[in-house]
């Protein structure tokens, strides 16, 4: 029998036609607070009219035109739309990003976002174990999944002083083991990641992960639920980091090398576990107060409200008691995929995440905590969950 075809009435709404441009950008994410850094406006300008520079007190895009200044922009004026489309921070984000990934949005009492699994894993190759953060989950699944051809490229981050020393993070492409071990570690300062994107395509990369903060990793659904264009199809995998915040580079020669003495290029190893934690070359081992380095936190992280990195694959992060573990949410089916598969090679080793219970409790109240620094004047369904302020 054959099936008559739907009426123009059952036919799904046509979208509103998309018309922000720059100057709804300036206007209200760049210097209202939210915006973050992502760069995501960055890659996605076809006309490269937007800057960036990785600099202390920077971290944020700006127009690179005279003809109208730094707050709109003439291609805008003529149509042109794809710094809005990608940005994940721009109007109604997280809804579009959870229906994209989801088919449905955040209920309210799913403060750290929407998952599949919770489990605890680390690498099982000795020297990615040691080499890595937390057990070196992240570094196992770019070296798995480049040797496994699911990807060919993660932007990533690197030390800009690589072997000779320094802890100034910057965007870095990883196409090999190696490479991969040379990104392996925490900054806790910022990388716009994303920013690798033009290395990668210019060398022809076609399937790419993406590792960042959860801003960075809203980006491509924001992008794809938005029609942003071609730049959004090479990121095939997104792993995000838990993250409260980031410092501005200015922390290392302003307080741990002023203060304590500790120099940035002396430095071989940093965690967060309630202290800054700092690991010297000369075997020294110090703590700092977390409240200390307050006062440098970036600009792009007091507004933002994702601690839980919700839009990526899979999102990873070193909190809970299991130090040598990596507390992993998988959130989609790719991510789920993935891990399944490095399980069966035998390159991770698990554990269920009810194995650190403490672990998802601290993941959700974080969670929760970064989602009230959501202000009450941005899109309103961010504050989801949280009461209302009288």
């Known amino acids: 029998m054959a099936v008559a075809p739907a009426s123009s ?24 607070g939210l915006c973050t850094g992502c760069a995501g406006c960055v890659i996605a300008c076809p006309h490269d009219v937007i800057g960036y520079e990785h600099e202390p007190g920077q971290y944020k895009p700006f127009h690179l035109e005279d003809e109208l200044g730094p707050t709109d922009c003439g291609h805008g004026q ?12 721009f109007r109604d984000w997280e ?10 949005t955040r209920g309210d009492d799913e403060p750290a976002g929407i998952y599949k699994d919770i489990l605890l894993c680390r690498a099982s190759d000795d020297f990615v174990y040691e080499v890595g953060q937390d057990g070196g989950l992240v570094s196992a699944i770019l070296i798995w999944c480049l040797e496994n051809q699911v990807i060919d490229g993660a932007l990533t981050s690197f030390l800009e002083g690589g072997d000779k020393g320094g802890w100034k993070a910057v965007p870095g492409l990883a196409t090999d083991r190696d490479q991969v071990l040379r990104g392996a570690g925490s900054r806790y300062t910022y990388s716009a990641n994303t920013l690798a994107y033009d290395d990668a395509m210019a060398a022809g990369l076609e399937a790419l992960a993406l590792v960042g903060m959860s801003c960075q990793t809203s980006i491509g659904p924001v ?41 940035r290029e002396d430095i071989v190893k940093m965690n967060i576990k309630g202290v800054f934690q700092v690991w010297m070359r000369n075997g020294d081992y110090h703590e700092i107060k977390l409240k200390e380095c307050h006062a440098w936190t970036r600009e792009g992280c007091n507004h933002c409200p994702d601690f839980a990195a919700e839009h990526a694959d899979i999102s990873t992060g070193g909190i809970g008691d299991a130090t040598d573990w990596t507390l ?21 080793e698990t554990q269920p995440g009810d194995a650190d219970p403490g672990a998802i409790a601290l993941m959700n109240r974080l969670a929760a905590k970064s989602r009230e620094r959501w202000p009450e004047w941005a899109a309103e369904p961010v504050r989801l969950g949280l009461p209302t302020k009288k």
């Open 9 to 32: 009435e059952a036919a799904s709404p046509k979208r509103e036609r998309w018309t922000f441009q720059w100057k709804e950008l300036y206007d209200e994410v760049i210097t209202s």
């Open 78 to 89: 003529k149509g042109c739309t794809s710094c809005t489309r990608a940005c994940p921070r």
């Open 95 to 104: 809804t579009e990003a959870d229906e994209h990934l989801f088919a449905r």
């Open 223 to 263: 992008m794809w639920h938005r029609r942003v264009g071609k730049v959004g199809k090479p990121i095939k995998l997104n792993i995000g980091l838990l993250c409260s915040k980031s410092f501005d580079d200015s922390l290392f020669v302003e307080l741990f090398e002023v203060k304590y003495g500790l120099r």
């Open 328 to 348: 992993t949410i998988v959130r989609t089916d790719l991510g789920r995929a993935v891990i399944e598969a490095m399980i069966d090679d035998g390159v991770i």
